[in-house]
Nanobody
Framework: QVQLVESGGRLVQAGGSLRLSCAAS????????LGWFRQAPGKEREFVAT????????NYADSVKGRFTISRDNAKNTVYLQMNSLKPEDTAVYYC????????????????WGQGTQVTVSS
């Protein structure tokens, strides 16, 4: 079992940057693929980025490719989402998620979720 706690969300101006963190409990963090997802008001939860257990592979939604970077530090049990060139349409609650199998962009295939952190980008 792994528990996830996100942090780092806040209000930022368009064009700015933020780094989200997701700290995980447990001793088997490196055995989990991790993902970041987001949900805006009135919209479904959508895929943002995912990273493999070894950090050797990543995948990004087209809407964030080139602006966001996912990374992980298995020694610190933490996954990060560096967000640059933020746009108002990036406004959402951001969630991290974990699964023991290989990484995937499908949120329904993740078993563990954090409580979310709010990111608001003003124009």
């Amino acid at each position: 079992q792994v528990q996830l706690v996100e942090s780092g969300g806040r209000l930022v101006q368009a064009g700015g940057s933020l780094r989200l963190s997701c700290a995980a409990s447990g001793r088997t963090f490196s055995s989990y693929a991790l993902g970041w997802f987001r949900q805006a008001p009135g919209k479904e939860r959508e895929f943002v980025a995912t990273i493999s257990r070894s950090a050797g592979s990543t995948n990004y939604a087209d809407s964030v490719k080139g602006r966001f970077t996912i990374s992980r530090d298995n020694a610190k049990n933490t996954v990060y989402l560096q967000m640059n060139s933020l746009k108002p349409e990036d406004t959402a609650v951001y969630y991290c998620a974990a699964r023991r199998q290989s990484f995937t962009i499908n949120p329904y295939e993740y078993d563990h979720w954090g409580q979310g952190t709010q990111v608001t980008v003003s124009s």
